[in-house]
């Protein structure tokens, strides 16, 4: 190689460097016949590149810490959003165990109706904390269900969504879980509350745990109405499809019923 083609040959490597390629080529300009100049630049910039490099090895190994530990906060705080979730049903023992039947369902439909699986994470959130917002209620509200309540606790009652939207703002990850929760009394129909929403204006996410919510609350034993059986409660389902729920929500519901019957 030329003394020319050799400071074409540094030119190259170095912009090649620069543009994040690195490569061993550069030893070969650091030999003893390399002339002076070149060999200089050359054995100047090896040592750079190296120096990035590791430099680069140690930014990434702090990304990924910093990943893992994000994840941990993440599942702590979720933990803990969980457990005031699940105390907050404590107070009720005909509704123990409904947050989490309600998150349950609310994934497993959301991953049947093709929902990706970070998505459907959120829809589970959703299921799990539709209800924090009756934290404050006073106890009468979790004793007495029947449709004879007054109706100055009818209109606390319907605060709920919004109130679990106060007190869930805060938390950021939660992402569009927040707006599930607030919307989970919604109906298709325009006919649901608090605001009203028709159709397509009530998130995916917010119907699926409806369903869920509804087909949970039907099944169970409560002390203000009779316990169904899971058929009769989809038949219930499916009239109230097109009206409240979306027929698709139900269907997928059926065959997560299904799944688990034989697993
Ligand atoms: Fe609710
Ligand atoms: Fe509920």
Sequence with gaps: MSDHEMEKKLMRIISDIAEGRYSD???ELTRYDVPDTTRTIAEAVALMMVKVEAREFKLQQLVDELKE???KIRKN?????TAMAQALAARDIYT???????????????????????EA??????GALHDIGKIGFPDVLFSE???RLPSELVKQISRHPAIGVKILEPLDFLGPAIDYVAAHHERL??????????EDRIPLGAQIVSVADIYDAITSERPYQKTRTPEETLVILHDIAGTRV??????ALEKVLRTREQT
Excluded at 246 to 251: D, K, M, N, S
């Design 189 to 198: 129909d325009g006919k649901g509350y608090p605001r009203g929403l028709k």
């Design 69 to 71: 530990l994000n994840e």
């Design 121 to 126: 994470e959120y829809v589970r959130l959703a």
């Design 145 to 147: 269900h029947d449709a």
């Design 25 to 27: 080529e550069i030893m």
């Design 246 to 251: 979306r027929i698709e929500i139900v269907e």
């Design 96 to 118: 123990e165990g409904h947050t989490s039947r309600v998150a349950g369902f609310s994934y497993e439909i959301a991953l049947e109706l093709g929902l990706k699986p970070e």
């Design 77 to 81: 705080t979720i933990a803990a959003v």
